[in-house]
């Protein structure tokens, strides 16, 4: 039997490479919204993170999604992204 691959991303906050399936989705949509992707299907610019709040930290720490989105981000939208994060851990 063939084996099937599996999709690998990297985590924005500790730089692993995971599956994809293990990691959230952010997005960017073309309205320049950026929010989290749990079913990972939004259209738009993704980036990807561990399913924990301190791998959120250390890419918020680096900028590491403004970087990938190429716009500033409010820490609105992070605190947002970290509160959806932990309801979901």
């Not at 084996?3 to 960017?28: D, H, I, S, T, W």
């Not at 709040?53 to 500033?72: G, H, N, P, Q, W």
Request: aromatic share 4%; glycine share 6%; proline share 4%.
């Amino acid at each position: 039997m063939h084996e099937k691959k599996v999709p690998m991303r990297m985590c924005a906050g500790c730089g692993e490479m995971k599956p994809k399936k293990e990691l959230v989705r952010v997005v960017k949509s073309s309205e320049q919204e950026i929010s989290l992707d749990l079913t990972g299907r939004k259209p738009g610019r993704g980036a990807y993170v561990c399913k924990n709040t301190d791998c959120l930290k250390a890419a918020r720490k680096a900028r590491r999604f403004e970087k990938a989105f190429s716009c500033k981000i409010p820490d609105e939208v992070f605190d947002r992204m970290e509160e959806e994060i932990s309801r979901n851990e």
